[in-house]
């Protein structure tokens, strides 16, 4: 890839997906990519390949996550659940934005000598997305508490405190730039 050339965002869908809504899938992962590389620079090196899943089943398969979740970042590659699936979604746009934002924690700590830790990861990707953290008053989970929760979580609740908890605990490590560029 020659250095200045815009890297292509690039759609794999299963064969059969109706033209039109694939292009308006394109449009908001496009919209989704230049929000995040407007504040946060390039989300990586190579283009951005988004596998869009035939069924739930194919994304469980492809992605290693769960069947319940509505999108995945993996090794450099974002998979989405079908298009039915996707559609019942609250706020898609948001989705979206994260795990665009998660590819590009990973692009950026690509080359660290040691794995980013969950919390971290979660913490970022929801900085760089632009989500808030959530408001807490007393003392908050410790981050190994929090990589347990984020890798095995009993249920969705528990779930959603770990991702909060590790939005916060970026908030208190410093500046997002700054946990970008150096490694963990
Ligand atoms: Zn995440």
């Known amino acids: 890839m020659m250095a200045g050339l815009a890297l292509a965002l690039v759609v794999l869908a299963p064969p059969g997906t109706p033209a039109p809504a ?24 190579a283009d951005i390949e988004v596998q869009l899943a035939a069924t739930t089943s194919d994304f ?13 970042a993996a090794a450099g590659r974002l998979h989405l659940q079908p298009l039915a699936v996707l559609a019942r979604l609250e706020d898609l746009d948001a989705v979206l934005r994260h795990e665009l934002a998660h590819l590009l924690v990973e692009s950026r700590h690509r080359r660290c000598p040691r794995a980013t830790p969950r919390w971290l990861h979660e913490g970022l990707a929801g900085a760089v997305a632009g989500e808030p953290a959530p408001p807490l008053y007393g003392p908050d989970l410790e981050k190994a508490q929090i990589d347990r929760w984020l890798t095995s979580p009993p249920d969705e609740p528990v779930l ?6 590790a939005r916060r605990a970026v908030d208190r ?11 963990p």
């Open 160 to 165: 959603r405190l770990a991702h909060q908890a």
């Open 173 to 183: 490590a410093g500046s997002v730039a700054l946990l970008l560029q150096r490694c």
């Open 22 to 45: 694939l292009e308006r899938l394109q449009g908001r992962l496009e919209r989704a990519r230049a929000q995040l590389e407007a504040e946060h620079g390039p989300i990586g090196s």
């Open 60 to 72: 469980a398969a492809r992605s290693g996550r769960s069947r319940r979740e509505a999108a995945a």
